[in-house]
Structures are given as structure tokens and as C-alpha cells.
């Protein structure tokens, strides 16, 4: 350990642990374990900060592990590398007080903790893409435009799309299922991955991970006067998906198989690594401002021709402008909160 280095043996702690919640979460949550782990998220602020590092992290290298060399003939100079400016590090922390303030808030009233789960309510709106950890590790990402109800009780774990869309990764818990509502649909699931979108009268579900019962309402049955029989059921499992139309007189949602490449269209709006191989930096900016709140402008032809070579994370905007300042002697420019001018010097 060199002079400028401090250890900080309870930092090592609370990330030792963070790992350990996170192996536990992967594969899958006791109803006793699920408590401890709402008690520890409540015990101290950084927990939270921590724990979503990790789950982070898992998420990159999963990818990492279907890294094939013939991927790429160029190094992939993206790949392993993750900055994070000091100002993102404090709204991030921000951010992470914020949270273990409210699991706090909710825990404190009642020291029993199968009844605290009686009373964690929460609503979620994202103006911009955005991942939330939920109260039982389960994690929700959200489209721009999104808001959900989060309810959850000692017997279930409810959450209401309200509009937009939004891919579920649910923490296995057989003894309290997780069901996502939307318009008069319902999507159950115990430890799974899936996509469900409100599109208009539709009511679209991508299954990416697992198997989910789908419960809605039957038209026919409807009409016939027969209140036992108004819902249908289907059970739909990875790599397939079903369009629910709202609108009356319709018939029956079909399950219908989704090839990865569709599947991989669907889901464009997650993040996601983007690989450029000698592609014109206009071409990159292009695809940036598709995925993203924050617009990148080039402020010359001579930089709007030239060849990248990198692999980028969709929403890392800032990593890479900063590559670019790095590399290419790029000076940038901020306008506002979403605008960014990029430059020769």
C-alpha cells in the first residue's frame, strides 16, 4: 500500500457482504433470507450504494462471458473499463442516501419484518432510461416515459405498469410471487426476465428468461355472461412473446416464438454494448442520440469523418466524450443540461 492509499476496513465490510447478497440473490431468495436482506438494506446508507455496484458489475461480466475473440479482429478498448466522474459518484451516492433513507422510513414502522413487507409501497417514474433496485433485489429497468406502482405484501409482490415499458430480472421466491399488471393483464412470474410494453390498445409481453403465466381477460367469455370464465390463461417461455389487444371483440392473444434478432430489436432501448470498427464518428453520434436524453453535436467536418474504433456502452455518454477528448483531441462543449457540442481545439 503506497502513502496515498487509506484502508477502510468497514468499506471492505459492507462490500463483502454487498457480493455475498448478491450470490444469494442470483440464486434465488428464501422467504428468511429475503427478510434479512431488507434488514441489512435498512441497517446503514451504503448498503444500498454497494449492493447495486454489485449487481452491476455481475451484469457486465455475464456479458463478458460471451466475449469470443472472433468478435473482433481490434482490441476492445471498452470492454473491462468503467469510469465513473467524481460528480456522478456523488449523485450517486445521492442518490443511494436517498433510498436507504426510504427503506428506513418504511421499515421503522414495525420491527417484524414479514409485516414490513405489508407496507412497501412505491412509485417509480423515469424521464430518461433508468434501473432500480427493488425491495426484494429484484431489478426493474425502465423505459423513457415509464412509472410503475410498486406494492408489495407478505404474500405477493405487485407492480402496475402504468405506461410505457419496462424488463423485469425477478428474485426467485416461490412462496411470494411477482406479478406485473397492465391494463387488466396480468404477468406472473417466480424468478424470471421479461418485457412488457403498453403500446396503444396492446399490451405486448417478451419473455427473456424462465417462464411467465399471462392472465387476461376473455372476450368471448365476456359476452357469454359467464364471470367465472372472463379470463384465460397462457403460459409463455423464453424466447417468445404475445400481443394482448385491449379493444373489444378481438380474439385470443397467440404465443408466438421471437428469434434473437427480434427479440434484440424489442429490447433496442436497454443498454447495451455498440462495437464501431473504422465507422465515421458522425455515424456514432448518430447512434448515440438515438439511445440517449443527451444530444452530441460535431462542431466540424474534419472530426465528423473520423474513423472509430472502440466498443461503447449505449448510455455511458460521458465515458465516451471522455474517450474522445482522450484519443482524439476532442474538446467538449456543455450547452444546458442535454446538448454537447464536440470540437477540434
Known amino acids: 500500500m ?24 442470483v440464486k434465488g431468495f428464501s422467504p428468511k433470507e429475503q427478510d434479512a436482506f431488507f434488514d441489512w438494506l435498512a441497517t446503514d446508507p451504503r448498503h444500498s450504494d454497494w449492493y447495486g455496484r454489485h449487481m452491476k458489475t455481475w451484469k457486465q ?18 470492454l473491462l473499463k468503467y469510469h465513473i466522474s467524481r460528480r456522478r459518484w456523488a449523485w450517486l451516492g445521492g442518490i443511494a442516501a436517498t433510498i436507504a433513507l426510504l427503506f428506513t422510513l418504511w421499515f421503522s414502522l414495525d420491527l417484524n419484518p414479514s409485516s414490513r413487507l405489508e407496507n412497501v409501497r412505491q412509485n417509480l417514474v423515469a424521464n430518461e432510461y433508468e434501473s432500480h433496485v427493488l425491495p426484494d433485489g429484484s ?17 405477493t409482490r405487485r407492480v402496475e405498469l402504468v405506461s410505457s415499458e419496462a424488463h423485469f430480472d425477478v428474485a426467485k421466491n416461490p412462496d411470494r410471487p411477482f406479478i406485473v399488471h397492465a391494463r387488466g393483464v396480468d404477468f406472473r412470474a417466480v424468478g424470471t426476465a421479461f418485457n412488457v410494453r403498453l403500446n396503444g390498445d396492446l399490451v405486448e409481453l417478451l419473455v427473456t428468461e424462465g417462464r411467465v403465466q399471462m392472465t387476461a381477460p376473455d372476450p ?6 359467464s364471470p367465472e370464465l372472463a379470463h ?37 432501448w436497454k443498454p447495451r454494448m455498440l462495437e464501431f470498427n473504422e465507422v465515421p464518428l458522425s455515424e456514432v453520434v448518430e447512434a448515440f442520440n438515438l439511445l440517449n436524453t443527451v444530444q452530441l453535436e460535431i462542431g466540424d467536418s474534419e472530426l465528423a469523418r473520423e474513423p472509430i474504433v472502440a466498443s461503447f456502452h ?22 444546458g443540461e442535454d446538448r454537447v457540442v464536440l470540437r477540434r481545439p
Open 139 to 155: 431489478i426493474v429497468e425502465m423505459n423513457r416515459g415509464a412509472a410503475l406502482k410498486v406494492d408489495y405484501t407478505s404474500k
Open 314 to 335: 449505449t448510455t455511458n455518454v460521458n465515458h465516451f466524450v471522455e474517450l474522445l477528448e482522450w484519443t482524439f483531441d476532442v474538446k467538449s462543449e456543455r450547452i
Open 2 to 25: 503506497n502513502d496515498n492509499e487509506i484502508e477502510f476496513p468497514e468499506e471492505s465490510r459492507i462490500d463483502r457482504e454487498a457480493a455475498e447478497w448478491v450470490a444469494k440473490r
Open 232 to 268: 384465460y390463461t397462457r403460459d409463455v417461455v423464453a424466447g417468445q412473446r404475445t400481443v394482448t389487444s385491449l379493444v373489444e371483440d378481438v380474439s385470443i392473444a397467440e404465443v408466438l416464438e421471437v428469434s434473437a434478432g427480434e427479440a434484440s430489436e424489442l429490447l433496442a
Open 61 to 78: 461480466l455475464d456479458q463478458l462471458a460471451q466475449w469470443k475473440p472472433e468478435h473482433s479482429e481490434r482490441p476492445n478498448h471498452d
Open 220 to 225: 368471448v367469455a365476456d359476452h357469454q355472461g
